[in-house]
């Protein structure tokens, strides 16, 4: 039995105490260790445990903590995290509540680069089917980037140059910084939904990849992949590389080398237009030269010179083909006729009249002329009627003979 003076804790009050001396002790620690069971919960939480060889440690990331990630963790990502270690009160269990965590061996926003390049590249929006060709002649350019910046100006020194009667049209935009994204997403869609403009260039000028990393973030991305209108993305100088210039409908080595594409210059434009000239013209000079030497042929034709000679040659085709058809027709009935005549002779010498022509008779009974086949069909004094070729010869039966 404990003694009188020993204290009993509920499991509750221990946990707590437990939970303010761990807290007390380590207010702050960075542990290093390879992601394992990783969970992210619907409610924007992250669960998932640090583990080197020997050991492992239960870990929360809270929502507000979780949304300052550049980078998706996952099973087998090695990492730093830092946070404060805990204790969960309601299964006593002890963890490190993580408040940052950054990739161990490569930067944080080079490996978010990485990932979201993968994820987007398999989303098809770098798909080369889906860029639109640049407009040859665009009148109106729309450009959206800081307008403070040398780029701008840059860009608008360049445009002017090669051709002062093209249009510029600025968005203005922040292009570093939390900012800058919405901004230039809103500027890419406001030029879209405004429909005068020929070509988009989205840049800025050159920087470390934390500077440019506004042309890296998903929604402009995808303003870019979702433009109507063509993109050009101009962002810092050769060596730099955002995932707009792989969405975008082509990528500048810089934003001068985009105002150089974008802006078609005048002399090349009255040049390329006189040569269409020149080639429209001797088109249409060649047009004329054959349809006049096509009138030429026609007049001189003999249908031309002489056109009753197209009636008379019609005229005797007509007479010809009704010539073969009284031919045909006479052909075709005396054909018949020949088919037809054996028929009717054998029909003529199986006729009763061919019988009698050859010198018989037929007796028929009065007055029923039932034909007399035998002698038992008349009966003595019975009137007979006898029929010859040339009528009938009426009489009395005297007597009948038999065989």
């Given at each position: 039995?404990?003694?009188?003076?020993?204290?009993?804790?509920t499991?509750?009050?221990?946990n707590k105490?437990?939970?303010?001396?761990?807290?007390?002790?380590?207010?702050?620690?960075?542990?290093?260790?390879e992601?394992?069971n990783?969970?992210?919960?619907?409610?924007?939480?992250r669960?998932?445990?640090?583990?080197?060889?020997?050991?492992q440690?239960?870990?929360?990331m809270?929502r507000?903590?979780?949304?300052?990630?550049?980078?998706?963790?996952?099973?087998?990502?090695k990492?730093?995290?830092?946070?404060t270690l805990?204790?969960?009160?309601?299964?006593?269990?002890?963890q490190l509540?993580?408040r940052?965590?950054?990739?161990?061996?490569m930067?944080?926003?080079?490996?978010a680069?990485?990932?979201?390049?993968?994820?987007?590249?398999?989303e098809?929006?770098?798909?080369p089917?889906?860029k639109q060709?640049?407009?040859?002649?665009?009148?109106?350019?729309g450009?959206?980037t800081?307008?403070t910046g040398?780029?701008?100006?840059?860009?608008?020194?360049v445009?002017?140059?090669?051709?002062?009667?093209?249009?510029?049209?600025?968005?203005?935009?922040?292009?570093?910084?939390?900012i800058?994204?919405?901004?230039?997403?809103?500027?890419?869609?406001?030029?879209?939904?405004?429909?005068?403009?020929?070509?988009?260039?989205?840049?800025?000028?050159?920087?470390?990849l934390e500077?440019?990393?506004?042309?890296?973030d998903e929604?402009?991305?995808?303003?870019?992949?979702?433009?109507?209108?063509?993109?050009i993305?101009?962002?810092?100088?050769?060596?730099?590389l955002?995932?707009t210039?792989?969405?975008?409908?082509?990528s500048?080595?810089?934003?001068?080398?985009?105002?150089?594409?974008?802006?078609?210059?005048?002399?090349e434009?009255?040049?390329e237009?006189?040569?269409?000239?020149a080639?429209?013209?001797?088109?249409?000079?060649?047009?004329?030269?054959?349809?006049?030497?096509?009138?030429?042929?026609?007049?001189?034709?003999?249908?031309?010179?002489r056109?009753?000679?197209?009636?008379?040659?019609?005229?005797?085709?007509?007479?010809?083909?009704?010539?073969?058809?009284?031919?045909?027709?006479?052909k075709?009935?005396?054909?018949?006729q020949?088919?037809?005549?054996?028929?009717?002779?054998?029909?003529?010498?199986?006729?009763?009249?061919?019988?009698?022509?050859?010198g018989?008779?037929?007796?028929?009974?009065?007055?029923?002329?039932?034909?007399?086949?035998?002698?038992?069909d008349?009966?003595?004094?019975?009137?007979?009627?006898?029929?010859?070729?040339?009528?009938?010869?009426?009489?009395?039966?005297k007597?009948?003979?038999?065989?």
């Amino acid at each position: 039995m404990k003694e009188q003076s020993e204290q009993a804790y509920t499991v509750t009050a221990v946990n707590k105490m437990a939970r303010y001396l761990l807290e007390e002790s380590f207010p702050t620690v960075w542990v290093e260790g390879e992601i394992s069971n990783y969970l992210h919960h619907g409610s924007g939480h992250r669960y998932f445990s640090l583990k080197d060889d020997e050991s492992q440690l239960k870990c929360a990331m809270w929502r507000s903590h979780a949304a300052g990630l550049r980078f998706e963790p996952k099973d087998g990502l090695k990492v730093l995290a830092q946070g404060t270690l805990t204790i969960y009160e309601r299964n006593g269990q002890y963890q490190l509540s993580v408040r940052r965590m950054i990739p161990a061996g490569m930067g944080e926003l080079e490996l978010a680069f990485r990932q979201l390049k993968e994820k987007l590249d398999k989303e098809g929006l770098f798909d080369p089917a889906h860029k639109q060709p640049l407009p040859q002649f665009p009148m109106r350019i729309g450009i959206v980037t800081s307008p403070t910046g040398a780029v701008i100006h840059d860009m608008i020194r360049v445009i002017k140059r090669r051709n002062p009667k093209l249009d510029i049209i600025l968005w203005p935009a922040e292009v570093q910084g939390d900012i800058a994204p919405p901004q230039l997403v809103e500027g890419i869609d406001r030029l879209n939904e405004y429909g005068e403009v020929d070509l988009i260039i989205i840049g800025r000028g050159g920087g470390s990849l934390e500077d440019l990393w506004a042309f890296n973030d998903e929604r402009v991305v995808r303003a870019v992949y979702r433009s109507h209108i063509p993109v050009i993305s101009a962002v810092g100088h050769e060596v730099d590389l955002t995932l707009t210039d792989f969405a975008a409908d082509y990528s500048a080595a810089t934003p001068s080398m985009a105002a150089e594409l974008a802006a078609w210059p005048v002399e090349e434009f009255f040049a390329e237009l006189g040569r269409q000239v020149a080639r429209m013209d001797r088109g249409m000079r060649g047009m004329v030269r054959e349809g006049r030497s096509r009138l030429t042929a026609i007049v001189r034709s003999p249908a031309m010179l002489r056109p009753e000679g197209m009636l008379e040659s019609r005229y005797q085709r007509l007479d010809n083909q009704v010539r073969l058809l009284h031919l045909l027709t006479i052909k075709r009935r005396d054909t018949f006729q020949q088919r037809a005549a054996l028929p009717v002779s054998r029909l003529e010498a199986l006729s009763p009249l061919a019988v009698l022509a050859r010198g018989y008779s037929v007796t028929r009974t009065l007055p029923g002329r039932e034909v007399v086949q035998s002698t038992g069909d008349v009966e003595p004094g019975q009137a007979i009627e006898t029929i010859v070729l040339d009528g009938a010869i009426e009489s009395t039966a005297k007597r009948i003979l038999k065989k």
